[in-house]
Structure formats: C-alpha cells, structure tokens
C-alpha cells in the first residue's frame, strides 16, 4: 500500500480495509509481519462486526437522511465523506475516521442501511 497519510479516496477497497487492520494493530505486539491480505482481513472482520454501531450511527441521522439517502439527494463522494466523518468522529478509536468514511462508501452507504437509491 502507499501511504497512510494519501488521498483516501485513490485507494481501493482491499487497501482501505488493509489501512484499518494496520490502524487497528498498530499498537499490537506481532510475532511476525503480516501480509497485505491478512491485514485486509482483519479490517474486513471488523468492518463486518462494526456493521451494527455503523447503521445506527449513519442510519440515523438525520443529516444523512436529508443529505445523502433523500430522493433526488445528488452529493458528491467528497462531500459525503465529510458528513460521514462528522458522524462518526467519536465512535471509534485507533482508526482514521476518513478510512471509515471511505470503507462505507465502497461498502454501500444505501446497503448499509437498507434502502433503494
């Protein structure tokens, strides 16, 4: 992967999810290096436990709602990004709110929460 500290928004969803398993490990004793893959797997494991806070967190509000899942809300990747990571500022530490932001995107942000575009 590049690097860390890049735009987030040229990283595919393989290298976003590897970014949260090395955020998440980060500050972890490891008795070997891990490759990519196992870091994208545990960022995929993750991602799939962090599913329930997700849907509550994004679901529900109502910023979201009005801005990103209304009929005829037309809002680009960038600014969604920016209201997903002020809905989610404080929910998780360790991870880079923006990597979120962008996981849920690629995840689905209408899968996500259960409903047509």
């Known amino acids: 992967m ?7 928004g040229t990283l595919t969803e393989t290298e976003l999810l590897e970014l949260i398993g090395r955020q998440l490990l980060a500050d972890t004793f490891q ?6 893959a196992e870091y994208a797997d545990i960022g995929r494991a993750w991602l799939t436990n962090a599913l329930p ?3 509550e967190k994004i679901c529900n509000s109502p910023v979201v709602q009005t801005q990103l899942l209304s009929a005829g809300a037309i809002v680009r990747n960038a600014a969604a990004i920016e209201i997903l990571d002020a809905v989610l500022h404080d ?7 923006s990597a ?14 259960g409903v047509a575009p």
Do not use: N, T
């Open 2 to 8: 590049s690097s860390e500290s890049g735009d987030l």
């Open 31 to 36: 008795g070997r290096r891990l490759s990519p």
């Open 53 to 55: 806070v997700l849907r």
């Open 91 to 97: 929910v998780f530490s360790g991870i880079h709110v």
């Open 100 to 113: 979120i932001s962008h996981a849920v995107l690629c995840f689905g942000l209408y899968k996500i929460c």
